[in-house]
């Protein structure tokens, strides 16, 4: 077992070095989005791996790592390459460079499992190490004879019980059906946490999402487990015991098909395997104003409640853009919101007489749940000076190269109290 660490982190370019774009800035959004997720070794949904709401805040407000002096004033235009995502045109000469090296991050640990390593490394153990080899609680789900991973994947129970779940009966409140009877788990950085439940019942998954913050989607499956863990004797045994646990893993994002990537591993010589596994995805609900950090820089102290995008897709206002960020992780607009609080806040120090006393204000934010191939993959963010929380939201999302990005969820917010930009009045 290892960690890996999903960072949840931001460019620290300003409209003078990066220029903003109109739509969504694919470079900054492949350069945070974890590798880990997308291609490294299929996430081990545990106790201990689970979404850290209060540093992902922290790593939203350090965002903001220099002052924006003007907004980005930009004309959209169509790209003549393969790529088909509008591009922007400015009179400011573009760096290529990123700065995701210095970046402020917040990190989340999630155990992840691997069988095999292409690193040339030399591993010493510590000549300390004790063996070990104890029981491992026993999951609620039956036991497939012989107990094998091929017998696992063929039973039948579990492909009943997975579309028997599928049925409009059985489809919980609020909730649409994804996907049905896989033989994989949702992989996405989009993960919040996990039970094991007594019974396959959507139902029941659906109230622990109901009352877990950010929740937006379950997947709930079969998994074969090893009824044993250590380093010594049985553990080591490919053909020990298993025992099956009943997951149920909720995401902050969308579930598609496309995120059932995780089909097992090896756990020594153990194969774990997954069956049944139904996707569900929460119905668009009225949206509340985010709860971000304290000491907010807005003015009156913080936003109105959010409103549903109108349209399908982000805001676009040339001319009234003053930020960009892509946070991976859970949709979580209150991401956005710290960004903007505390954006506006670097803006306003970076004021004096040699500006005229103005300062680029925050005066409402557009809040999108991003899907790249597919996977939610986390919070855009689009800070303007003015408040388009009226407007139409136009930009659907595009390609870049090979990749092709999607908007989820789409929500607007505004400053309880117009900001004017000035520090005189």
């Not at 077992?1 to 470079?27: E, H, Q």
């Not at 209060?54 to 002096?69: D, L, P, R």
């Not at 646990?245 to 089909?263: D, M, P, Q, R, V």
Request: glycine share 8%; with cysteine; aromatic share 8%.
């Amino acid at each position: 077992m290892r960690n890996t660490i999903l960072a949840l982190s931001a460019l620290a370019g300003t409209a003078l070095s990066n220029p903003l774009v109109t739509g969504l800035d694919f470079a900054q959004i492949n350069d945070v989005v974890a590798t880990a997720v997308n291609t490294g070794a299929p996430v081990v949904v545990s106790a201990t791996s689970s979404y850290a709401p209060a540093s992902a805040i922290n790593a939203a407000s350090a965002a903001a790592t220099v002052a924006v002096s003007a907004a980005v004033k930009v004309k959209r235009h169509f790209s003549t390459s393969t790529s088909t995502s509008c591009t922007t045109s400015t009179s400011t000469s573009t760096s290529t460079s990123t700065s995701s090296s210095t970046s402020t991050s917040s990190v989340i640990s999630v155990t992840t499992s691997s069988s095999t390593s292409t690193d040339a490394a030399i591993v010493v153990l510590p000549t300390t190490t004790a063996l070990f080899c104890t029981s491992l609680a026993t999951g609620s789900g039956p036991i497939p004879t012989p107990d094998t991973a091929s017998s696992f994947l063929a039973y039948a129970p579990f492909h009943s019980s997975a579309t028997a779940q599928a049925a409009a009966a059985a489809l919980p409140t609020n909730y649409d059906l994804s996907f049905t009877d896989l033989s994989g788990a949702s992989q996405l950085s989009t993960y919040l946490t996990y039970k094991t439940l007594s019974s396959y019942s959507a139902k029941d998954c659906a109230s622990f999402c109901d009352a877990t913050t950010l929740c937006t989607g379950f997947n709930i499956y079969f998994e074969r487990d090893p009824s044993m863990d250590g380093n010594s004797g049985l553990c080591l045994d490919a053909a020990l015991a298993s025992t099956t646990n009943i997951k149920c893993a909720l995401f902050g994002g969308s579930l598609s098909s496309a995120s059932a990537t995780n089909t097992g591993q090896l756990r020594n010589a153990f194969q774990v395997v997954i069956a049944g596994s139904n996707g569900y995805n929460k119905k668009a609900a009225a949206v509340a104003a985010p709860d971000c950090n304290s000491g907010s820089s807005q003015s009156g102290g913080g936003w109105k409640t959010g409103s549903t995008c109108r349209g399908s897709g982000m805001m676009v206002k040339a001319g009234a853009l003053v930020g960009q960020r892509f946070f991976a992780g859970p949709y979580n607009p209150a991401l956005c919101a710290a960004y903007a609080e505390a954006q506006t806040a670097k803006n306003k120090a970076a004021a004096g007489w040699w500006t005229l006393y103005r300062y680029q204000p925050c005066n409402s934010f557009n809040s999108v749940a991003l899907v790249k191939n597919g996977k939610a993959v986390g919070t855009y963010c689009s800070l303007f000076n003015v408040d388009v929380t009226s407007g139409t939201c136009s930009y659907a999302g595009g390609r870049s190269g090979a990749d092709s990005f999607e908007v989820s969820l789409s929500h607007n917010y505004a400053c309880k109290n117009y900001d004017n930009g000035n520090l005189l009045w």
